[in-house]
């Protein structure tokens, strides 16, 4: 290849190993780019459309009792450098009054898959182009949030689906006062509200979540505030109209450790006084065992393992999920050193058909590079995505079972 070939094309690196690198030339960056941006203007002409009957966007639950049902979620970013499959095939449900954490590595999948769910998806790069997501009102009353037009969505997000922000000096405006902010929330979701209510209900909030001096605190900007009362802040206005579900995506990432514990006792607090369910994003497995009651496992766009929170940490089933226990500190670490995955998640533009996690996994075989795997249930409430429990990776296993046995022998 000549030096001005090589200036032409853009490097993009795939999934298998370090050499099997793919080379976009500029026409075939020009000629994705013009399709992608036919794929975006078909989604977004749909999202945009005015007066759409009722009837287009209302549905019925699997089970009753859920608040919300991902049923096979596909969220994609379309690139200059390909399809991005951020979430690909992901299915879970969160009950009413229960806490669902969703774990797994940067880049996952989870955070796009609570955007999903609020219609935040970055446009119109990114869009929900496969799958089902249903929210049930506290009347029982079920939308279709992918099928819901802009202007409908309005009137739950904020409302009824709140969310709690990774980073709230990024979330908060730095250029209007705490009260003004939190006092919008109340105006924009609550019929009859004047600004003396919505001051009552903001002052409320603030003391609800602990703080001292509210007074202070309301007429304050939010640089004038620690991460700590930042984060209360945040988690006061999420709270402010009482929401059926509330979405805490990193709630505790950039707090120190005792803030840490006042923030989870005051979410599950909340949480039991108006009887809501929360959606816990996070990274740290401590907070998962403190505060979940189901946990879902996600790896490079897809669910690998999901179950009860007892479940996953006392039979984890997945060599993902046995990695991401082991690499817990705990005070018997051999030789001191702390376990962690060798290597690193795929480059989620160029997915292969086989099981995403193999060239990371010590359990990998022959048939782990041929199909991706199904999912095994071994329990009402547990399941994985592995070719260890089925199949010919099961017969696999038991053959090296007995090799290894033998040799000890």
């Known amino acids: 290849m000549g030096l001005l070939d090589m200036l ?11 050499d099997n690198t793919m080379y976009l030339t500029l026409r075939e960056e020009r000629r994705i780019s013009r399709e992608n941006r036919k794929i975006m203007k078909q989604y977004e002409r749909e999202k945009n459309r005015k007066n759409v009957p009722e009837e287009e966007y ?29 979430v690909n095939g992901v299915t879970f449900d969160i009950p009413q009054g229960k806490i669902v954490g969703v774990v797994g590595e940067s880049g996952c999948g989870k955070s796009v898959t609570s955007l999903s769910l609020m219609q935040l998806v970055q446009a119109p790069q990114g869009q929900i182009v496969e799958g089902s997501i ?34 709230p000096m990024t979330s908060l405006n730095p250029v209007f006062k705490i009260g003004e902010q939190m006092d919008e929330v109340v105006l924009l979701h609550t019929k009859g509200a004047t600004s003396e209510s919505a001051k009552a209900r903001s002052i409320e909030m ?23 009362m930042r984060q209360r802040v945040m988690i006061a206005m999420a709270l402010s109209c009482d929401p059926r579900l509330i979405i805490a995506d990193e709630p505790t990432t950039a707090l120190d450790v005792t803030i840490q514990a006042q923030i989870l006792e005051l979410l ?30 996600m790896y490079a766009g897809r669910i690998i393992e999901q179950g009860t929170v007892r479940e996953i940490f006392h039979n984890p089933k997945h060599p993902y999920t046995i990695g991401l226990m082991k690499s817990k500190p705990s005070g018997d670490t051999k030789d001191n050193r702390l376990y962690s995955i ?3 998640v795929p480059n989620p533009i160029n997915m292969p ?22 999912i095994v249930e071994f329990s009402e409430s547990h399941s994985a995505a592995c070719h260890l429990y089925y199949g010919e990776g099961l017969e696999e296993q038991k053959k090296r079972r007995v090799e290894v046995e033998n040799n000890g022998n």
Not at 8 to 18: I, N, P, S
Not at 63 to 86: A, I, Q, R
Not at 136 to 160: A, H, S
Request: net charge negative.
């Open 268 to 297: 599950r607090d909340v949480k039991d006084k108006i009887n809501g369910s929360i959606m816990l994003i996070t990274h740290d497995l401590g907070v998962i065992a403190e505060m979940a009651d189901y946990v879902v496992v």
């Open 134 to 167: 249903r929210y049930q009102d506290i009347n029982g009353k079920c939308y279709e949030i992918t099928k819901m037009p802009r202007d409908k969505m309005l009137e739950i997000r904020g409302k009824e689906i709140s969310m709690i922000f990774q980073e």
């Open 8 to 18: 032409k094309r853009r490097k993009v690196e795939g999934t298998e190993d370090l």
């Open 353 to 374: 058909d086989y099981c995403y996690f193999c060239n990371r996994c010590d359990y990998a075989m022959n048939v782990c590079w041929k199909e991706y795997p199904d």
């Open 58 to 86: 209302l549905t019925q639950m699997r089970d009753p009792s859920n608040v919300v049902e991902f049923d096979n979620l596909h969220t994609y970013f379309f690139t200059d450098l390909g399809t991005v499959k951020s």
């Open 342 to 344: 060798r290597g690193q």
């Open 206 to 228: 603030l003391n609800l979540v602990g703080i001292a001096d509210v007074e202070k605190v309301y007429n304050s900007y939010p640089h004038e505030l620690s991460g700590g």
